[in-house]
């Protein structure tokens, strides 16, 4: 486990429940229609690790994302190699 974690939110995601500025209120902020902000540039100490995963973990339209160690260094992430076609979970709105 590294030392601090990184998030981000979505604010075009979120629909204002304010479950995360309960929980980590050192991160998250809310504006006057209850939406939620993001406090500082994402980064979070290990002491407030617990608090922030709780809002993560939490927030009922996971507007939350922890950005992990490669995209913290500015990578993107890689495509698949293979020359399968993807299988997703849902198609056009129906679970396959």
């Not at 479950?19 to 939620?36: E, M, Q, R, T």
């Not at 002491?47 to 009922?60: M, Y």
Request: charged share 25%.
């Amino acid at each position: 486990m590294s030392d601090n974690m990184r998030i981000r939110l979505d604010r075009t995601v979120c629909d204002g429940f304010g479950v995360c500025a309960k929980h980590a209120p050192k991160h998250f902020s809310l504006d006057d229609w209850g939406y939620a902000s993001l406090i500082g540039d994402g980064t979070v100490d290990e002491a407030d690790r617990g608090d922030v995963l709780r809002a993560l973990f939490d927030c009922p339209v996971h507007a939350i994302i922890e950005i992990t160690g490669d995209e913290f260094n500015g990578a993107t992430r890689s495509e698949p190699t293979t020359d399968e076609t993807p299988v997703f979970e849902a198609h056009w709105g129906f679970a396959q």
